[in-house]
Antibody, heavy 119, light 106 residues
């Protein structure tokens, strides 16, 4: 069974960089058969797709978001990561990592990690 | 971006009921429509993909229908474990987008 687990700080100060990591088990990122994605959900709002990355490191991002988001992959650790620069309160959300099939279907998700941006 | 609108936002039901949730897309998404079940603190779970294909392990009391831009999720004989929030998701066009959710509650 594929499992994904997000990790990172629950609290980040405004203007700092948020860093989250997703550890994958039950599948190997390096096989290249899937993309790996980040999605977030601010409180009371809908799920928002942030972006995805391939095993080779090619990333695509949601054009609606400003270019503060960076997704990277470490196949040796079977992990992928998200960095959000210059965070504000608007970046407070539950952040999910997920696996995406080549057809674009998000089939497995992590449980999510709550991030608050506050001084 | 393709906007996904779900209705109702909240649905009150009882064990044994048959319920139907609706999802409308602002543009045609073809067959690239999925449904997820989400319980607080848990990972969202894939229920259906390509409108009506059941994900592995999902019981057949869940069924999906529709085409183009209007879709439904029907749950027959609602069970206690089915009380959750359900999201539709289009993966026809990037950026992929999600509906606002329908909370099925007692």
């Amino acid at each position: 069974q594929v499992q994904l687990q997000e990790s990172g700080p629950g609290l980040v100060k405004p203007s700092q960089t948020l860093s989250l990591t997703c550890t994958v088990s039950g599948d190997s990122i390096s096989t290249g058969t899937h993309y790996w994605s980040w999605i977030r959900q601010p409180a009371g709002e809908r799920l928002e797709w942030i972006g995805r990355i391939s095993s080779r490191g090619g990333a695509n991002y949601n054009p609606s978001l400003k270019s503060r988001f960076t997704i990277s992959v470490d196949t040796s650790k079977n992990q992928f990561s998200l960095k959000v620069a210059s965070v504000t309160a608007a970046d407070s959300a539950v952040y999910y990592c997920a696996r995406v099939s080549l057809s674009g279907l998000t089939d497995f998700w992590g449980e999510g990690t709550l991030v608050a941006v506050s001084s | 971006d393709i906007q996904m609108t779900q209705s109702p936002s909240t649905l009150s039901a009882s064990v044994g009921d048959r319920v139907t949730l609706t999802c409308r897309a602002s543009y045609h998404v073809g067959e690239w429509l999925a449904w997820y079940q989400h319980k607080p603190g848990n990972a969202p779970k894939l229920l259906l993909y390509k409108v009506s294909e059941l994900a592995t392990g999902v019981p057949p009391r869940f069924s999906g229908g529709g085409s183009g831009s209007e879709f439904t999720l029907t749950i027959n004989s609602l069970q206690a474990g089915d009380f959750a929030t359900y999201y539709c998701h289009q993966y026809n066009t990037y950026p992929v987008t999600f509906g606002g959710g329908t909370k099925v509650e007692i």
